[in-house]
C-alpha cells in the first residue's frame, strides 16, 4: 500500500467539524454573557456587599495609619466615674473641667457631651466655653415618614458660646459596621456639618492654630471655602481606620480636672472629651473591631478629624467604573480560553484574582479611592470553572458520540474477549481508554479494507477531488503492467485510463442510447476526468471500453463521500466482459439455432404430412402420418415455447397504454377455436360504464400471450359443457394517502379438474406438466406456467393462483394501472 500522510490542525473546526466549531463559538459568548451578568449583580445589584465589605476591613487591618499627635482624647473613664459619682455629673463639673483645659491654651475643644436640657449651672459652663474655641454636638434623629429630622440641640446658652455646632451622628452598613461618615446630614428644611469637619475648616482656614502646624499633606493646599452641601449632597467619605486607631495621646477626666496632667499636653492640641466609662458610651463596632473590639465614639469622631487633616479620606468610586475595570480581567480570560491549555488558563485566572486583588489595594492604600476587586474576582472566579465543565462536556459528549458512532458501524473483524473491569478511573479516563480501544478497531478496520481491495479480482482505482489516483489495488497494478503502462499512482484519471477505447455506453433505451453513445463518443476521453460533473451520470451508469489488448471491460465511476455526506474523491472499477460478451454470443447462437435450425425443419415435416394426407391414395399409413405430425408439432410447440420464454426474460418491452379488457376479449378469440372444439363457453365480464374498464402500461404481444396461456390452460383442463369466466377487478385503497401504486387484475376461473395443494408450489417451475398421467392426451412442454409468471412480474404484477382437486382453478394476475404505469415507464427495470 501507498503511504499516505494527514494535515493535521489545532482549529476546532477543523478536528471536530463545522458543526462543532459554531458550538464552540455559542458556548464561549454565553460563557462570556454569563461572566458579564456576574459583573452587572455584583457591580450595580450589590449582590456582593458583604463580600465587598470583608475585603475592604481586611484591606485596612493590614495597614496601619500613623496618627496625628496634634489630637488628644480626655476620656469619662471608669476612674473618672469613681472619682466623681455616678453620671451625670452636674455641669459646674464640665464647667471646671474646660476651665482648667483653656488655662493651657489648647487649639480646640471638641466636647462629646450634649447638653440638651436647661440647667442652673448653664451660664458657669457656657462662660468655661467661651474661654478656647469649644465645638459642641447635636443629634439628629432618623427621618419620619415625611423625610423630616428633628435636631437636638445644645441649650441656646451654651449653643452661643460654643465656636460651632456640628452633628456627631455615625450611620452603620448592613452588616452593622461603621465605616463611613456624611459630611452633611438633615433634611430640606436643615443641613448640618459634622462635628469634625467644621474643626477642620477652621485649622484650614488658619482660624485654628495647631502646635505641629498643618499636616504635610495639607500644607500645600489652598483653604477650602465653608462647604454647606449646597449642592444637595451629604459628602460621604469612607474613613481609614486602622490597627491602631485607639492609640491617640489619652487622659482621664479625673486627672485634668485635678490638675494632674502638665498643661503642656494640652497646649496647641485639639483637646477631644468624650465618654469611655463602661455601659454608658455609644459603642460602633468598626472594620478593625476584630482587634480592637467595638469602638466608643469619641475615638471615631478623632478618626474622622485625623483623615479631614490628612486628607486621606477614602472615596468609593462609581459602580460604572467597577463594572468597567471588572471588564478588563474577563476579557483577558476569554481570550485566553481560545489560545491556552486548560493547566495555562487555570494560571491565568489565579494571576487575574491577585491582579484585581493587587490593584484595588494600590487604589487604596495610594490614591485613597476604594474600587472593590471583588467583581472582577468573581467573574473570572465563577467562569473559569462553568468554561472548564462545559469543556469537560462537549469533549465527553464528543467522545460518547463518537463511540456510539463506532459501536453502531458493523463488527466485520472479530474481536478479543472483554475482561471484566477493563476499565478504572472516572467517567472521563473510562471514555479515554474505550476511544483509545476504539481506535485501535479503527486500525485494524483500515487494514482489514485495504487488504481487502487488494483481494479484489478486478482493476480498482480510487481518486481525490482533484482526480488524482491516490490507491491503486493490486488487479490493477497488474492491468497496468500487462498494457505496458505506467503504474497509475499520482497521475490523473483521465491520464491513466486514456489509452481505452470507448465501445458503448450502457443505457435501457435503444433511442436514448443512440443519442448517449454519439455524445459519449464526440467527448471521448473528456468523460474519464471525474471532476466534469456533466459527466457524472454517464459514468456512474457506466461505459464499455475495449484496451490495447482488445479485451472488453465494464467501466464506472462511483462517489466517495464522508460521514457528512460530502464527496472526497472517485473510485473507478473496470470489470472485464470478454468473458460475457462470449457467453452473450453462445446464446443468440442457441436461439438462433431453436427459431430457425430445429423449427425449419420440423414445418418441413407438417408440410409433407399434409402433402401426403392431400393425396387419394396416400403412399404412407394414415396412422403413421398423425404419429409423425404429434410428434413434429410437439417439438415446435417445445421450440416456440423455449425461444418465447428467453425473449420474455431478456428482450427490452416496448409498453404502451392497453385496454385490459381488450387484451383478454383479444386472447380469448384466439383460444376460441379450441374452446368451441370442446364445447367450452368463454364469457368475459365487462363493465356497462367505460370508466370502469382497467387500463395498463403494457407489451402488447406479450401480456396477450401470458393471457391466452392461461386462456389454453384453463380450456386443456377442463371437461367439456362447463364454462371460463373472465373479470376484472381494482384494489381499492383503506387510506388515501397512501402513495403505493394502484393495481387492477383480471382473473380467468374455470372448472376444470383443479390442481391438488401439494403440486401448486412448483406451479411456475420450467418443465413442470400436471395431470400427465390422468390426461395424456393433453399435450404441452411445461414452459407456459414460466412464461406467464416471467412477464406479469417484468410488468411489475403478481400471479395468483387459488385451485382445488374437482372444483377448478382460478388465476388472478395484478398488474399496476395506467397512472402509476406511466411514471415507471422509462425507469421499470428491464424496461
Not at 469613681?82 to 476651665?99: F, I, N, T, Y
Not at 469649644?134 to 434623629?141: A, E, G, Q, R, S
Not at 376461473?749 to 412448483?762: E, F
Not at 390426461?775 to 382445488?804: D, N, Q, W, Y
Request: proline share 6%.
Amino acid at each position: 500500500m501507498p503511504a499516505t500522510s494527514t494535515r493535521l490542525s489545532l482549529d476546532p473546526r477543523a478536528r471536530l467539524g463545522r458543526r462543532a466549531g459554531r458550538r464552540f463559538l455559542i458556548e464561549w459568548v454565553s460563557v462570556g454573557c454569563l461572566g458579564i451578568a456576574v459583573i452587572l449583580l455584583t457591580s450595580f445589584g450589590h449582590v456582593s456587599a458583604r463580600i465587598d465589605q470583608l475585603v475592604y476591613d481586611r484591606f485596612l487591618n493590614w495597614r496601619a495609619q500613623p496618627l496625628l499627635s496634634d489630637i488628644v482624647v480626655v476620656e469619662i473613664d471608669n476612674a473618672s466615674i469613681d472619682q466623681l459619682g455616678r453620671w451625670p455629673w452636674p455641669r459646674s463639673v464640665h464647667a471646671r473641667l474646660l476651665e482648667r483645659i483653656a488655662a493651657a491654651q489648647p487649639a480646640a475643644v471638641i466636647y462629646d457631651v450634649l447638653f440638651t436640657e436647661p440647667n442652673a449651672d448653664d451660664a458657669q459652663l457656657a462662660h468655661a466655653i467661651a474661654l478656647s474655641p469649644t465645638y459642641l454636638p447635636v443629634l439628629l434623629t432618623p427621618a419620619d415618614a415625611r423625610g423630616e429630622r428633628t435636631v437636638d440641640q445644645p441649650v441656646a446658652p451654651l449653643a452661643q458660646a460654643a465656636a460651632g455646632l456640628g452633628h456627631i451622628n455615625f450611620e452603620v452598613d448592613s452588616d452593622g459596621i461603621a465605616r463611613s461618615v456624611a459630611r452633611f446630614q438633615g433634611d430640606d428644611g436643615s443641613r448640618w456639618p459634622q462635628l469634625m469637619v467644621l474643626v477642620a475648616d477652621a485649622v484650614e482656614r488658619g482660624k485654628l492654630h495647631l502646635r505641629g502646624g498643618l499636616p504635610p499633606r495639607r500644607a500645600n493646599e489652598p483653604a477650602r471655602g465653608s462647604d454647606d452641601g449646597s449642592d444637595g449632597g451629604e459628602g460621604r467619605f469612607l474613613i481609614p481606620f486602622g490597627t491602631n486607631a485607639a492609640n491617640y495621646a489619652k487622659l482621664s477626666f479625673a486627672d485634668v480636672l485635678a490638675g494632674k496632667v502638665p498643661a503642656d499636653q494640652l497646649r496647641g492640641r485639639i483637646v477631644v472629651v468624650g465618654v469611655t466609662a463602661s455601659g454608658l458610651y455609644d459603642r460602633f463596632a468598626t472594620p478593625v473591631s476584630g482587634e480592637l473590639g467595638p469602638l466608643p465614639g469619641v475615638y471615631i469622631h478623632a478618626n474622622v478629624l485625623d483623615t479631614l487633616l490628612t486628607g486621606r479620606e477614602i472615596q468609593p468610586v462609581g459602580w460604572w467604573v467597577v463594572f468597567a475595570a471588572a471588564l478588563g480581567p474577563l476579557a483577558a480570560l476569554l481570550a485566553g480560553f481560545l489560545v491556552l491549555s486548560p493547566r495555562r488558563s487555570l494560571l491565568l485566572t489565579v494571576a487575574l484574582v491577585l491582579l484585581a486583588a493587587a490593584g484595588s489595594a494600590l487604589l487604596l492604600y495610594g490614591g485613597r479611592l476604594w474600587m472593590s476587586p471583588v467583581p472582577a474576582i468573581l467573574g473570572v472566579v465563577i467562569v473559569y470553572p462553568i468554561w472548564n465543565w462545559r469543556r469537560l462536556e462537549m469533549t465527553m459528549a464528543y467522545l460518547r458520540g463518537e463511540l456510539q458512532r463506532l459501536a453502531d458501524e458493523p463488527h466485520l473483524l472479530p474481536e478479543a474477549p472483554k475482561r471484566r473491569r477493563e476499565f478504572g478511573g472516572d467517567v472521563l479516563e473510562q471514555h479515554m481508554a474505550l476511544m483509545a480501544q476504539a481506535a485501535q478497531r479503527v486500525q485494524d478496520m483500515k487494514r482489514f479494507v485495504w487488504d481487502s481491495l487488494d483481494s479484489v479480482p478486478e482493476p480498482i482505482l480510487v481518486s481525490d477531488l482533484a482526480g488524482v489516483v491516490l490507491i491503486a489495488n493490486h488487479a490493477a497494478k497488474a492491468h497496468f503492467a500487462r498494457l505496458g503502462a505506467p503504474m497509475p499512482e499520482g497521475r490523473p484519471m483521465q491520464s491513466v485510463l486514456g489509452g481505452l477505447t470507448l465501445v458503448k455506453t450502457i443505457d435501457a433505451g435503444a433511442a436514448t442510447d443512440t443519442e448517449r453513445n454519439l455524445q459519449a463518443h464526440a467527448h471521448w476521453p473528456a468523460l474519464l476526468d471525474p471532476t466534469r460533473g456533466e459527466f457524472a451520470a454517464l459514468m456512474a451508469q457506466g461505459v464499455e471500453v475495449r484496451d490495447a489488448n482488445e479485451r472488453d471491460h465494464l467501466l464506472r465511476y462511483a462517489t466517495c463521500t464522508n460521514a457528512q455526506g460530502e464527496t472526497t474523491g472517485w473510485i473507478a472499477g473496470l470489470v472485464d466482459v470478454s468473458a460475457l460478451h462470449v457467453a452473450e454470443r453462445q446464446r443468440e447462437d442457441a436461439l438462433r439455432l431453436l427459431s430457425h435450425d430445429m423449427r425449419s425443419p420440423q414445418a418441413s415435416i407438417l408440410a409433407l404430412v399434409e402433402i401426403e394426407r392431400a393425396r387419394t391414395e396416400p403412399v404412407l399409413a394414415r396412422s403413421l402420418l398423425e404419429r409423425i405430425e404429434r410428434y413434429a408439432r410437439r417439438a415446435l410447440t417445445l421450440a416456440d415455447d423455449f425461444v418465447q420464454l428467453a425473449r420474455a426474460e431478456s428482450q427490452t418491452y416496448v409498453l404502451e397504454p392497453l385496454s385490459l379488457t381488450e387484451l383478454v376479449i383479444d386472447a380469448s378469440d384466439e383460444v376460441w377455436p379450441q374452446a368451441h372444439a370442446k364445447r367450452i363457453t368463454l364469457h368475459t365480464e365487462t363493465g356497462e360504464d367505460s370508466d370502469d374498464d382497467p387500463w395498463i402500461c403494457a407489451d402488447r404481444s406479450l401480456m396477450t400471450r401470458a393471457l391466452v396461456n392461461i386462456l389454453n390452460n384453463a380450456v386443456k383442463y377442463s371437461p367439456p359443457d362447463t364454462r371460463i369466466v373472465c373479470s376484472f377487478a381494482s384494489e381499492s385503497r383503506a387510506n388515501p394517502t397512501d402513495s403505493a401504486p394502484r393495481r387492477v387484475s383480471c382473473t380467468i376461473r374455470d372448472q376444470g379438474y383443479g390442481i391438488p395443494k401439494d403440486q401448486q408450489a412448483g406451479l411456475f417451475e420450467r418443465f413442470r406438466r400436471f395431470h400427465e398421467a390422468e390426461r395424456p392426451e393433453v399435450g404441452g412442454a411445461g414452459l407456459g406456467m414460466a412464461f406467464i409468471k416471467t412477464v406479469v412480474t417484468r410488468h411489475g404484477g403478481s400471479v395468483e393462483v387459488v385451485s382445488a382437486p374437482g372444483e377448478g382453478t382460478a388465476f388472478t394476475i395484478w398488474l399496476p394501472a395506467l397512472d402509476d404505469a406511466q411514471h415507471a415507464e422509462l425507469s421499470a427495470p428491464g424496461a
